[in-house]
């Protein structure tokens, strides 16, 4: 069982350059979401999505978009990535009861120079 | 808006003694959950406990123990005999509210290491 998987595991990016970190999961969560995590802060929600085609805004969505197409992908865009979306990206997946725990990826880490 | 303390940003400790990570939460709902996650140095998330707002029990599971305290807004970690594979940074965090609480609020974090 691969729970979720995040590709890739690491990344660097040019300034102005565009790409897509990919998140599955083959658990039939309902709810998938996306955060940053930065020394010192924690990690701090991005986007989320409570299901097919539905998604939404976190705390610090400025520079990412999302789409969730299927239950199974969630993938994050950043259009023009900038020296501040420099972090390590978690994608997470929950089932529908609010009470469980959330079940993380292994990360990506994102340099952007 | 929904908060978590966690105001030690860096425990160190001899291997065995017992710690103690503070947790502190602000939020308006009436219904919510707290987690504890440890993240090792390899850097995946490791869930560890959830707690819901109506049960105040503490709880312990082998060496680790919980305890909730709505009174004070604390959900504070103690690990006893403390083992350098407990070495690694811990998050708390909350339910989010406008997410129907499937998304979480993290605290900082606090990296413990343990000594040999």
């Known amino acids: 069982n691969a729970g979720v998987t995040q590709t890739p595991k690491f990344q660097v990016l040019k300034t102005g350059q565009s790409m897509t970190l990919q998140c599955a999961q083959d658990?039939?969560?309902?709810?998938m979401s996306w955060y940053r995590q930065d020394p010192g802060m924690g990690l701090r929600l991005i986007h989320y999505?409570?299901?097919?085609?539905?998604?939404d805004q976190g705390e610090v969505p400025n520079g990412y978009n999302v789409s969730r197409s299927t239950t199974e992908d969630f993938p994050l865009r950043l259009l023009s990535a900038a020296p501040s979306q420099t972090s390590v990206y978690f994608c997470?997946?929950?089932?529908?009861?609010?009470?469980?725990?959330?079940?993380f990826g292994q990360g990506t880490r994102l340099t952007v120079v | 808006a929904q908060k978590v303390t966690q105001a030690q940003t860096e425990i160190s400790v001899v291997e065995k003694e017992d710690v103690t990570l503070d947790c502190v939460y602000e939020?308006?709902?009436?219904?919510?959950?707290l987690f504890w996650y440890k993240q090792p140095p390899s850097g995946e998330l490791v869930f560890l406990i959830r707690r819901n707002s109506f049960d105040e029990q503490n709880e312990i599971s082998g060496r680790y123990s919980w305890n909730f305290q709505k009174s004070t807004s604390s959900f504070n970690f103690t690990i006893t005999a403390s083992q350098v594979v407990d070495s690694a940074v811990y998050f708390c965090?909350?339910?989010?509210?406008?997410?129907?609480?499937?998304?979480?609020?993290f605290g900082s974090g606090t990296r413990l290491q343990v000594q040999p």
């Open positions: 939020t308006r709902d009436t219904t919510y959950y």
């Open positions: 965090a909350l339910s989010h509210s406008d997410t129907g609480r499937r998304a979480l609020t």
């Open positions: 999505s409570v299901g097919a085609g539905i998604t």
């Open positions: 658990m039939n969560h309902e709810y």
């Open positions: 997470a997946s929950t089932p529908g009861q609010a009470n469980t725990e959330a079940f």
